[in-house]
T-cell receptor, first 113, second 116 residues
Framework: DSGVTQTPKHLITATGQRVTLRCSPR?????VYWYQQSLDQGLQFLIQ???????AKGNILERFSAQQFPDLHSELNLSSLELGDSALYFCASSHMGGAGGYTFGSGTRLTVV | AQTVTQSQPEMSVQEAETVTLSCTYDTSESNYYLFWYKQPPSRQMILVIR??????QNATENRFSVNFQKAAKSFSLKISDSQLGDTAMYFCAFMNGETSGSRLTFGEGTQLTVNP
């Protein structure tokens, strides 16, 4: 157990639907990062939050949004889902800037049918 | 923008032997961090080793060590006494040290198979 908790582990949904992925960071970590791992595109950075505020944004689609709550857990919202959104979504956390390395959760496997 | 390149999509090694995975990166920054992550079949991402660019000494973690060549922008991972449990996808990653909270940029990965 890495200390970063992601729920659910697996999610199957239909095209056009909306889902919410949840992440609880390791105790004491203020930064949360979201990554998408697709078969053909490797690990792609989506977005980072630090202590409740958005810190950096990557190639995140407009259909996707995220937030970090006062208790530091984070949610990634994916809407108007398409088949191509099927991927493994990772959450990671770090104490400050992440120079010590991120701690990853076990991921949420999203399948859009 | 920084890029990370792993030129070996797949590699294999016999148990107990040594294997080296290659990684090159491109950056104009002078302060940065480099990492190797391991992703076994469970898909969990596990930090293997990290290197600070301002340190000339190569990092080591038990059977894992790196060869960091800053001028050549090369960061290879050596696994000694390979074990079956080392079978995994290995990702090289870069982080800019100048910006607080910088993202990790990953390479495409190298699938390592350790054969008995």
């Amino acid at each position: 157990d890495s200390g970063v908790t992601q729920t659910p582990k697996h999610l199957i949904t239909a095209t056009g639907q909306r889902v919410t992925l949840r992440c609880s960071p390791r105790s004491g970590d203020l930064s949360v990062y979201w990554y998408q791992q697709s078969l053909d595109q490797g690990l792609q950075f989506l977005i980072q939050y630090y202590n409740g505020e958005e810190r950096a944004k990557g190639n995140i689609l407009e259909r996707f949004s995220a937030q970090q709550f006062p208790d530091l857990h984070s949610e990634l919202n994916l809407s108007s889902l398409e088949l191509g959104d099927s991927a493994l979504y990772f959450c990671a956390s770090s104490h400050m800037g992440g120079a010590g390395g991120y701690t990853f959760g076990s991921g949420t496997r999203l399948t859009v049918v | 923008a920084q890029t990370v390149t792993q030129s070996q999509p797949e590699m294999s090694v016999q148990e107990a032997e040594t294997v080296t995975l290659s990684c090159t990166y491109d950056t104009s920054e002078s302060n940065y961090y480099l990492f190797w992550y391991k992703q076994p079949p469970s898909r969990q991402m596990i930090l293997v080793i990290r290197q600070e660019a301002y340190k000339q000494q190569n990092a080591t973690e038990n059977r894992f060590s790196v060869n960091f060549q800053k001028a050549a922008k090369s960061f290879s991972l050596k696994i000694s006494d390979s074990q079956l449990g080392d079978t995994a996808m290995y990702f090289c990653a870069f982080m800019n040290g100048e910006t607080s909270g910088s993202r990790l940029t990953f390479g495409e990965g190298t699938q390592l198979t350790v054969n008995p």
